[in-house]
C-alpha cells in the first residue's frame, strides 16, 4: 500500500488515521452547520457518517484513498480529509473530501492541515503532483485552494453525477513537485503572519 496511514502533528491541528472512534465527534461536526444541505457539496450528515467512514476505509482497503480525521490539539474530531485518486506508479494523489465544522472554517487549522498533507506528500512520498478538485461552483472551495498557491489546470464539465443527479462541473488544480518550495513558503507566512 502506498501511501500507509500516519498521523501529521501541528499546532493547530492533528490529522489522525480515520476510525469509527471518531464517529461521535464526526456526527456532531457535521449536524452543527447543516452542511450536508449545501447542493454543491457531499457533507455527509449526521446519520450517514457510519456509513461515510465505512465507504472510506474500504476505498482505503482497495489503496484508491488514505483518510485522515481532523482533529483539534484537544483531540476533538472536526472533519475529515483524504488523500484520492491515489497514483502509486505516477506518485500523484488528490487532496479532497475534505469537510470542516464551521467553527474552524477560515481558521489556521485549513492552512496548516493543507501543509502537513503536501509537506508528506511532497517531502516524504516524493511526489509529482499533489492535486485539488471541487466543483465549480463552490466558490468558497476554489478560493481557498487558490490561497494555497495551486493552480487551475482547467475545468472538467459534465465530470461527476451529484447525489440530486446533477451533473458537476470540476476545477481541477494542482502543485507540481518543482513548485512546493515556493508554496511552503508561503503557506509558513500565512500561518507565522500576526491575526487581527
Not at 87 to 95: F, P
Not at 102 to 124: G, I, M, W, Y
Not at 133 to 144: D, E, G, I, K
Request: net charge negative; proline share 5%; with cysteine.
Amino acid at each position: 500500500m502506498w501511501p500507509t496511514p500516519i498521523e501529521l502533528t501541528g499546532l493547530h491541528v492533528m490529522l489522525a488515521p480515520l476510525s469509527f472512534d471518531h464517529l461521535a465527534d464526526l456526527q456532531a461536526a457535521s449536524a452543527s452547520g447543516d452542511m450536508h444541505k449545501l447542493w454543491y457539496t457531499s457533507v455527509p450528515s449526521a446519520e450517514g457518517m457510519e456509513a461515510e467512514i465505512a465507504r472510506r476505509l474500504t476505498l482505503q482497503e482497495a489503496g484508491s484513498m488514505l483518510p485522515f480525521t481532523v482533529l483539534l490539539p484537544s483531540g476533538r474530531a472536526v472533519g475529515m480529509t483524504t488523500y484520492m485518486n491515489i497514483d502509486a506508479a505516477t506518485k500523484r494523489v488528490e487532496i479532497g473530501s475534505t469537510w470542516y465544522a464551521p467553527e474552524v472554517q477560515r481558521s489556521p487549522l485549513n492552512t496548516e492541515a493543507k501543509r502537513l498533507l503536501l509537506s508528506h506528500a511532497f517531502d516524504d512520498l516524493d511526489c509529482v503532483a499533489v492535486e485539488f478538485r471541487t466543483h465549480f461552483m463552490n466558490h468558497q472551495s476554489r478560493r481557498a485552494i487558490e490561497r494555497l498557491g495551486a493552480k487551475l489546470d482547467g475545468v472538467l464539465r459534465s465530470h461527476t453525477r451529484m447525489a440530486d443527479g446533477s451533473l458537476r462541473d470540476t476545477a481541477v488544480y494542482s502543485i507540481l513537485s518543482h513548485e512546493w518550495p515556493m508554496v511552503q513558503a508561503h503557506l509558513n507566512w500565512q500561518l507565522e503572519k500576526p491575526r487581527d
